[in-house]
């Protein structure tokens, strides 16, 4: 309550008809008079914030969204999911507003043009193709910039048309040396989506402490952790656990000995990274080794089957269009 925004005071003395002019610290005063008077009904959480189950839906919506936008590979399919999936997300976040955003005039909606713009992404990705190619023309994010940086060499005009082309010919340059280099010399060409661990016991630390921890999904479904000096150490995802968000958790293993690394980037099926369940129940305690989600960089999830799919939103009628 110390640390309440000028904002968070207002909704809350709004509540109970009490006047909202004066000094922060006077409204903060107010508060705390309010909050600690036990003759005042109070306003339970989810009167203030809304219930777990609206956040859940708003988080699984937007989830769902980012999953189908983010795609390499656009469709007509792709395209009226994305459009569906946004108008879901809208609804659900309009519903969450109304709880937290009582007494304002405008909803989030209203007030951001940000959130009703993103209806527009569908035509965008019906004209341009994925929406990846719009900023980054590839699919390393912002690790775009060290490459295209060294090519503006001048700020005269038409300086950014200059840089796109010079680009464009460096992209094509490298798909016909792609087939001729050695598979070390790959990775500078196409730029790592993982991250190599120093030894066996440093990727084992990560997953044992439960910390984030990058791996590769392999054509013939296996899942490894790369290591230095061509090392490699599989994971096994046991069983399922349980589904926080939207996101399904599985009990996975690391074997007790590293390998030689043996994948190849034609091999590699999809760049994963492994996030850790942070909510402690007690299902998730009464196991030793980690429990982690998977999402890849395509921003597709490991869905409860323990298959690789786009993220969807649990009380969505996938059975009909």
Known sequence: M???TTKECDQYLRHYGLKTNGKAEERRNLVQKV???DSVPKLSFEERYGSTKQVQQVVESLSAVLSHIM???VDEKIIHESDRHIRIFLHNLEILDEVINKDRKKSKLQSSYSFL???????VMREHGSLRNVWEGTYIGEGILAKVKPLITDLRTNWHINAGRKY????ILNKILLQ???ESEKASLLGRNYCTYINDS???DLFNNQKPLSVLCLNNGEYITVLSRNRMIKLVHKSFC???FGLAYFHWQLNEKDDENIFTYASVRHYCILLPCMIKSDYVISYNCGIYGVITSEWMEMNEKGDISTSTISEANYSSS
């Not at 464009?168 to 992209?171: A, C, D, G, I």
């Open 71 to 73: 795609s390499p590979d």
């Open 242 to 244: 349980t589904t926080i």
């Open 117 to 123: 713009a993103s209806l527009q992404l569908v035509d």
């Open 2 to 4: 110390k640390y309440w």
């Open 168 to 171: 464009n010919r460096m992209k």
């Open 202 to 204: 440093h990727a084992r």
């Open 35 to 37: 909050y600690f008077d």
């Open 180 to 182: 001729y280099v050695s």
